[in-house]
């Protein structure tokens, strides 16, 4: 009855590593039997998080990206970790259409297809340490 | 991300193959500007997003990029094509807006 699991892995802030990380998490969902939009809806969050972390967490040079899911009942909850420059101001982060990089033509939407498509999403970030990501989708039966 | 294209009358269509994001952007970026550039003579533009397998908000960048350096030229910029879930991404940054759907 009890439905558990998780794994964790770790990779190069590289951009080809971004559809590594979106396949990854979505074949660990396979097992909630989630639909195609709830995949492609977890596939979008996940590219939007780790694409953050290696363009702005990471933009003064190579660093590593943790990468965690817990399937826990019909949840599903990813934590997209990185130790790099952090976020000065997240609330200001979480607005849509802010970017601090509109030079390199970001539209400052990423944080706001995160959080719409997911059910839950927390910014846990410190300047200079580096920024969490906690995002939990849920799997609706007969979706 | 491949590109292909084709001129029809005096539209230009840019088909846009595979998935758009951080990884394939700035490649796509470069090929997209210049098939622009090659075809000023152009009354529309049209982005076919049919082959579009992925696309997140590094894509919505780039779509907004072209149509500020198209604008300068006054040529519309369309899209059509797109699937359900790129439809989504498209939609929550309102790029409807500026690149009807047709
Ligand atoms: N992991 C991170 N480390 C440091 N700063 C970050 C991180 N993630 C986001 N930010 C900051 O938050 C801002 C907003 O992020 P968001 O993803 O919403 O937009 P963006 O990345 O700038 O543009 P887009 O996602 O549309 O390409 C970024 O411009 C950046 O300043
Ligand atoms: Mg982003």
Redesign the interface.
Known sequence: MENKNKMRLTFDSL??N??FA?SVVSCFALQLNPSI?EI??I??AV??AV?NA??HGYSQGLGEIILECEIDGNKLHINIIDNGIGIENVDQALEPFFTTREE????G??F??MK??MDEVKIDSKKGLGTKVYMTKVIKTDS | MEIKYKNYGRSLIVYFYG?L???SASET?NIVDRLIEDNLNSDKVVFDLSGVT?M???G???L??RYKKVRRFNIPIYIQGAS??TE??IE??GIYKIMPKI
Request: charge should be negative; proline fraction near 0%.
């Open positions: 951009s080809q971004e559809s979106r939009s492609s809806d596939k979008t590219s939007e694409t290696i363009v390199d033509e970001r539209s939407m990423g706001t297809i719409s498509f | 998935e994001d951080e990884y970026k992925f997140d908000s590094t919505i960048g780039l907004i990029g359900v879930a989504k991404v929550i940054a």
